[in-house]
């Protein structure tokens, strides 16, 4: 926990959070769900002339969980201490449950404050953290069920093709499973937009029953599909290690673990060849770091779920990283809302480079006033 702080030391003054909804460009899909927008809770820490930036992805509600639940608690703390404010948050909210909805708004307080710290120091958050890699990869993730064949290829072919990202995943799985012969066709086309040089990835979102993933998977890997992403529900650890010892690509999943012993469970339970975890759902930077840890442990690597600008500087300060996520929707509104975001050069992210403080972002005003949700 936090200790007593020192006279003349920073304290975090302010805890305040806004939620922006934005229209996705074209109607969305996965395996088990569909969308038509995206909302952004943004939260903003002070202390002493500085004010960090940290965000999830989830309901408007969030930012309701911030201002009532979690403000008070980290107001007054030590500013150099995210992991102690962490601890404080996850404390506070005992009897309100932290999985999910309360998580993702630990996760944005979190990722505020490590953003605050930084800025105090007067460092780029990936050498407040410390770089164990300089080069983060990212992979292109979009590839939605709604698209048609044309959309899809369009996708893939500026992210191979124009901007240089080699490695790419689609989405499959349709109505929860049950238009396997379209995912067949989806992944056939797929790997002839990239050619047969880029890696190709699919996810399920947990769409497939387990003797239906495992049947699939000499179909994947005829296809040269390398990553197959929740081929079952993440909740089915028996499963995702039966479709695991049935598949050449590699198994991972863990993007809605929150918690430590989620993550061990997962490992433990010879589930996933690669974890995924990500930090605005798992608490955090704190949160994400902690998994990262645990991954290393079990001789596996990592991969970021989403929000790639965060994860670019969360992913560069441990060594089992494999890949950060940029996906469609999130690259879409970090670019359109931050000045400072950062763009992929030959599939490649690159945080702090410009010597930038804290995440490098600047909220612009008037591109996400537009989409605020009044409460």
């Known amino acids: 926990m936090n200790a007593v ?4 030391e920073p304290l975090i003054r302010t805890v305040e959070a806004v939620a922006y909804t934005v229209p996705t460009d074209a109607p969305e ?37 911030v201002d009532e639940l979690l403000a008070g608690v980290v107001t007054g703390l030590r500013a150099w201490d995210p992991p102690g404010a962490n601890e404080a948050m996850r404390r506070a909210v005992r009897n309100a449950g932290f999985p999910g909805l309360v998580a993702r708004a630990v996760s944005a307080v979190d ?3 490590w953003d605050l710290k930084a800025r105090l120091l007067g460092l780029p958050l990936v050498d407040l953290l ?25 996708q893939l072919r500026d992210w191979v093709h124009d901007q240089g990202i080699p490695r790419v995943k689609i989405k499959i799985g349709e109505s929860w ?7 067949r066709e989806r992944i056939a086309a797929a790997r002839a937009s990239i050619g047969d040089t880029a890696e190709l990835y699919v996810d399920a979102n947990g769409a497939y029953t387990r003797k239906q993933a495992s049947r699939l998977a000499p179909f994947l890997a005829d296809r040269g599909v390398t990553w197959f992403e929740e081929p079952v529900s993440s909740d089915d650890l028996t499963g995702l290690a039966m479709v695991r010892a049935a598949a050449t690509a590699d198994i991972a999943a863990g993007e809605y673990g929150c918690t430590p012993p989620y993550f061990r469970r997962m490992i433990d339970s010879d589930a996933v060849d690669c974890l ?17 840890a645990l991954a290393e442990a079990a001789g596996l690597q990592i991969s970021a779920h989403c929000a790639p600008h965060v994860h670019a500087h969360a992913g560069a ?15 879409g509104i970090e670019q359109r809302f931050f000045d400072g975001a950062l763009h992929p050069e030959g599939g490649i992210l690159r945080p702090g480079r410009s010597g930038s403080l804290g995440l490098g972002l600047e909220l612009r005003e008037e591109a996400a006033g537009h989409y605020r949700v009044r409460r």
């Open 5 to 8: 702080p020192a006279v003349g």
């Open 29 to 65: 899909a996965d395996g088990t769900l569909a969308w038509d927008s995206t909302t952004l809770v943004l939260v903003r820490a002070g202390s002493d002339g500085a004010t960090g930036l940290g965000y999830t992805y989830g309901a408007a509600a969030t930012a309701r969980v």
């Open 111 to 113: 990722i505020a404050l």
């Open 130 to 154: 410390g770089a164990g890699i300089r080069e983060v990869p990212v992979y292109g993730s979009g590839g939605f069920t709604t698209y048609t064949t044309e959309r899809q290829d369009r």
């Open 177 to 183: 499973g049950r238009a396997e012969q379209r995912d």
């Open 276 to 292: 995924q975890a990500d930090a605005t759902r798992c608490g955090g930077i704190t949160g994400w770091l902690r998994a990262a």
């Open 317 to 331: 300060a441990v060594t089992n990283l494999r890949h950060v996520e940029g996906f469609h929707d999130h690259v």
